[in-house]
């Protein structure tokens, strides 16, 4: 289920071709990360106020 503030899997699938590859070491999961600051950008809320997930 995708919550109201996440990327869908289309607009996933759109920027996922963009994000630099990782030179060393594996990433920590980049959809995570981007839907974390899709939501910063929507609500404006404050980092303390997001969820951890």
């Keep these: 289920m995708i919550r109201r503030h ?3 899997d289309q607009e996933w699938d759109a920027l996922k071709e ?3 590859q990782a030179a060393s ?5 980049d959809r ?3 839907n ?3 939501r910063k950008i929507r609500t ?3 980092w ?6």
């Design 18 to 20: 963009l994000l630099p």
């Design 48 to 53: 303390r106020d997001v969820p951890e997930r």
């Design 36 to 38: 974390g600051l899709v």
């Design 44 to 46: 404006g809320s404050a």
């Design 32 to 34: 995570r990360l981007l």
């Design 6 to 8: 996440e990327l869908t």
């Design 25 to 29: 070491r594996p990433r920590q999961d």
